[in-house]
């Protein structure tokens, strides 16, 4: 009896090794994506787009167009946490939403091409005075942290273009930036292929082992 026990449970672990290498893809699917709304009338409001919408891919594969095909709302009646967008036909869990910020410098010294950089701030909330908030980097160098040093308003009381920020990196140091777009950001992760049928089923399966 000790040896069929054993053999069960060998027979048991083997079955788990098949489905853990099975659903692994569908845990390697859940990569974040970050997705801009394109031409948002002013600035970086939360209403819900309606279908047909185009959204701009930051990352990870930068500057791809998409279509937005369906929205579920949480209930709170603008896009938040926790709502789903359909891309392309495919659903989206939305885990964060906030402000694209568009930054680009002048010409640098000797007339060498100024360059561009896409930043999210680290938590969304009322718009507010950005002095000593933490923004992150989506694009082009994605996951690099800055710390807003200074900030030149235009007058409207929150960050929109026409502004200047002055951020700062532990491995660029100081920069100045002249915000030139506001937009809707989300950031998104494919939903589970795994519908819950198929985990029924494999609790099913299990059962009748015992």
């Known amino acids: 009896m000790r ?3 054993l053999g ?7 079955l788990a090794a098949v489905l853990v290498v099975t659903l692994a893809p569908a845990a390697d699917a859940q990569d974040q994506f970050h997705f801009e709304l394109v031409a948002v009338p002013d ?7 309606p279908d047909g919408s ?3 891919e930051l990352y990870p594969t930068f500057c791809v167009d998409h279509e937005q095909t369906g929205y579920e709302d949480n209930g709170d009646g603008y896009v938040s946490e926790c709502d ?17 910020y568009k930054l680009e410098t002048g010409p640098t010294e000797g007339d060498r091409p100024g360059h561009e950089k896409y930043m999210e701030p680290m938590g969304f909330g009322p718009e507010r005075n950005p002095l000593c908030e933490i923004w992150h980097e989506v694009y082009p160098d994605y996951c690099m942290e ?21 951020i700062w990196s532990e491995g660029h140091g100081m920069e100045q ?11 998104a992760v494919p939903d589970s292929p795994v519908e819950d049928s198929t985990w029924g089923k494999i609790k099913s399966f299990f059962s009748e082992l015992f």
């Not at 600035?43 to 787009?49: F, M, N, V």
């Not at 800055?146 to 002055?166: K, L």
Request: net charge negative; with cysteine.
């Open 84 to 100: 789903f967008i359909y891309i392309d036909g495919l659903r989206f869990h939305i885990i964060w939403a906030g402000p694209t």
């Open 3 to 5: 040896f069929c026990h």
């Open 8 to 14: 069960g449970s060998l027979l048991v672990c083997a």
């Open 54 to 56: 185009p959204w701009h």
């Open 146 to 166: 800055w710390h807003v040093e200074d900030w030149a308003d235009n007058g409207d009381g929150y960050v929109s273009p026409c502004d200047f920020v002055w």
């Open 177 to 187: 930036f002249h915000v030139t777009e506001v937009n809707l950001n989300i950031i």
């Open 43 to 49: 600035g970086a409001t939360r209403d819900i787009p």
